[in-house]
């Protein structure tokens, strides 16, 4: 299982793009990149996830690096209520979560 | 429905009692998971259940006992618990452990006090 490293905080004023690193150097060739938020004392939702691609769906884009050891998540126009905490996680048959990053949104 | 379901929200129970968390899905996945998390900590997987079966225990200790009785159901039993085991649990499921291309669903999790 990737193992990942991520900026512990990040801030991002309201309707700008945030864009969240992450490092999974240890990902494995055919591992999928996952990408997980929690919003406070709530359980993890979905955002995304690539496999090398860049992907896009309706909350966010992920550009995956050619080598796959980085990612890059972005939300293009950042509201309040994404601030979150922001996980990158890859894994076969479970997911391992890393510390992952604090998003404060502000106005 | 892609909904999981957790009960209780909120328990609180002695170090001697026994209680149980049940989590539920109906969306035919058939891999369940069983997270731990403490305050400002990531979650921490405990179990994974694939087609009803245990597959992995992250060496949890026994005092946590897990059963999935049926596809769309998974137990956590608790049973002398230590203050220390406070914390969020978190059920999830997904279609399988097998692919890799799928994605997992968080139920809300049951706030569990340990007095």
């Known amino acids: 299982d990737a193992k990942t490293t991520q900026p512990p905080s990040m801030d991002c004023a309201e309707g700008r793009a945030a864009n969240l690193p992450c490092n999974h150097s240890?990902?494995?060739?055919?591992?999928?990149v996952y990408w997980y938020r929690q919003i406070h004392s709530q359980g993890p939702q979905y955002i995304i996830h690539g496999l090398k691609n860049n992907e896009t769906n309706e909350m966010a884009s992920l550009i995956i690096t050619e080598d796959r050891k980085s990612s890059t998540l972005i939300l293009p126009h950042a509201t309040l209520r994404d601030t979150a905490v922001y996980y990158c996680t890859g894994g076969y048959n479970k997911l391992i979560f890393g510390a992952g990053t604090r998003l404060a949104v502000h106005p | 429905d892609t909904e999981v379901t957790q009960t209780p929200k909120h328990l609180v129970m002695g170090m001697t009692n026994k209680k149980s968390l049940k989590c539920e899905q109906h969306?035919?996945?058939?891999?369940m998971y069983w997270y731990k998390q403490k305050a400002k900590k990531p979650p921490e997987l405990m179990f994974v259940y694939s087609y009803e079966k245990l597959s992995i225990n992250e060496s949890v200790p026994s005092r946590f006992s897990p059963e999935c009785p049926n596809s769309s159901l998974l137990n956590l039993h608790l049973h002398a618990l230590q203050p220390e085991d406070s914390a969020l649990y978190l059920c999830a499921s997904s279609p399988n452990t097998r692919q890799r291309n799928t994605e997992a669903f968080f139920g809300q999790g049951t706030r569990l006090t340990v007095v």
């Open positions: 969306m035919g996945h058939r891999a």
């Open positions: 240890t990902i494995s060739g055919n591992e999928y």
